[in-house]
């Protein structure tokens, strides 16, 4: 499982720096706040050549809304999340991507209860500039509890390089004028 170091203050940061020592904590990439805040706790899988990635959340108090059910935001960027970082290992590094829509189904409550759950990402189609994901939220027991699809802007670095210099062309103005 790939870890991620999280900041001191968060709760999940303070869980696994009892399971872990300082030297291992040190050594794992930096994880987003976001990741921290959405209660990340580890990607189990990655298939770059495909575009797949398997990663486990752990619903925590500050997620729910009455009844100790999960809010939908919170689930919502779980899979959106995964979705991510499945366009991020099958494009490599420095690829850049921005959702343009994002649906979520939700098949069943997800509760406190319920403990970790798992979030599976794909790519079912990858183009130049455009990526259609879709993510599935798990728990223990392998049945689904919630759905997303997702269609991205994608940018390479080479493609990001060029936009930002066609974006500089345009704004300078043009030679001779008043």
């Not at 495909?50 to 619903?59: C, I, K, L, T």
């Not at 994002?102 to 979030?119: F, H, S, W």
Request: glycine content about 10%; hydrophobic content about 45%.
């Amino acid at each position: 499982m790939v870890q991620f170091r999280v900041d001191a203050s968060s709760e999940a940061s303070q869980e696994q720096g009892a399971a872990a020592s300082a030297s291992t904590a040190s050594k794992r990439p930096r994880a987003p706040a976001l990741m921290a805040l959405l209660g990340y706790s580890g990607t189990s899988s990655i298939d770059r050549e495909r575009g797949r990635v398997e990663m486990a959340f752990e619903p925590r108090a500050e997620h729910c809304h009455s009844g100790g059910i999960v809010q939908g935001g919170i689930i919502t960027g779980w899979l959106d999340a995964a979705m991510a970082s499945a366009v991020f290992v099958r494009g490599g590094s420095g690829t850049s991507m921005a959702s343009l829509e994002i649906k979520t189904v939700y098949y069943e409550a997800i509760r406190l209860d319920r403990g970790p759950c798992t979030v599976q990402a794909w790519i079912e189609r990858l183009g130049r500039r455009t990526a259609f994901v879709e993510a599935c939220v798990l728990d223990a027991a392998g049945t689904i509890l919630a759905k997303a699809s997702s269609t991205v802007s994608v940018r390479s670095p080479a493609t990001a390089q060029a936009a930002v210099a066609a974006n500089a062309d345009a704004a300078r103005p043009a030679a001779g004028g008043d």
